[in-house]
């Protein structure tokens, strides 16, 4: 299987902010790499696809770069509403694995 | 607008099977390239991928699972069903169903999720 891992596993951040979180592959998967935002007792959310490519209607302060084992997701002006938990899975072999998630806290 | 929904017991006993259905709207198995998938996420704790279904009834499991998941559809009632047998206190988890118009595009929509709690 390949495994995910995202760093930081949380952080601490003011509304206005720019963060960047972090998603590394165990092995190289192309750009197949997604990231999603999941709100407290809601379903997941796809923000990013293929690395870079923002799905529809998500707002453009997020954004997705890297390729390979090495991946980052960018949310460049912090919205109260963005305060909740980010997921990156690869979909470039099955099981299609999840990192362990990030959590920004205000 | 494509719209998915989870269903099935809320509680089941350990050793138990559970079945899950995914009934969805807006999109068929009859379009080449699509899929849906299961993903389950227990309290607290991180999403997991169990299983895929494609357009043309290729199914894929995660290893750790696979010798309990199996995954069908009904392509006619827009249904996709996942089985978990043995159920364990462990498989306690919101279990989520949603669509994939490819490997390169991610998972959109989910379902809400169901809660499954697993107790004697």
């Known amino acids: 299987d390949i495994q995910m891992t995202q760093s930081p596993a949380s952080l601490s951040a003011s509304v206005g902010d720019r963060v960047t979180i972090t998603c590394r592959a165990s092995?190289?998967?192309?750009?197949?790499l997604n990231w999603y935002q999941q709100k407290p007792g809601k379903a997941p959310k796809l923000l990013i696809f293929?690395?870079?490519s923002l799905q529809s209607g998500v707002p453009s302060r997020f954004s997705g770069s890297g390729s390979e084992t090495d991946f980052t997701l960018t949310i460049s002006r912090l919205q109260p509403e963005d305060f909740v938990v980010y997921y990156c899975?690869?979909?470039?072999?099955?099981?299609?694995?999840f990192g362990p998630g990030t959590k920004v806290d205000i | 607008q494509i719209t998915l929904k989870e269903s099935g017991p809320t509680l089941v006993k350990p050793t138990q099977t559970l079945t899950l259905t995914c009934t969805f709207s807006?999109?068929?198995?009859?379009?080449?390239?699509?899929?849906v998938g299961w993903i389950r996420q227990p309290p607290g704790k991180a999403l997991e991928w169990l299983a895929l279904?494609?357009?043309?009834?290729?199914?894929r499991y995660n290893p750790s699972l696979k010798n309990r998941l199996a995954i069908t559809k009904d392509t006619s009632k827009n249904q996709v069903f996942l089985t978990l047998t043995n159920m364990d206190p462990v498989d306690t988890a919101t279990y989520y169903c949603?669509?994939?118009?490819?490997?390169?595009?991610?998972?959109?929509?989910w379902g809400p999720g169901t809660l499954v709690t697993v107790s004697s």
């Open positions: 807006g999109f068929s198995f009859r379009t080449s390239q699509v899929a």
């Open positions: 092995q190289g998967i192309s750009r197949y």
């Open positions: 279904i494609y357009w043309d009834d290729d199914k």
């Open positions: 899975q690869q979909t470039y072999k099955t099981p299609f694995t």
């Open positions: 293929a690395a870079s």
């Open positions: 949603a669509h994939s118009r490819s490997h390169y595009t991610g998972f959109d929509p």
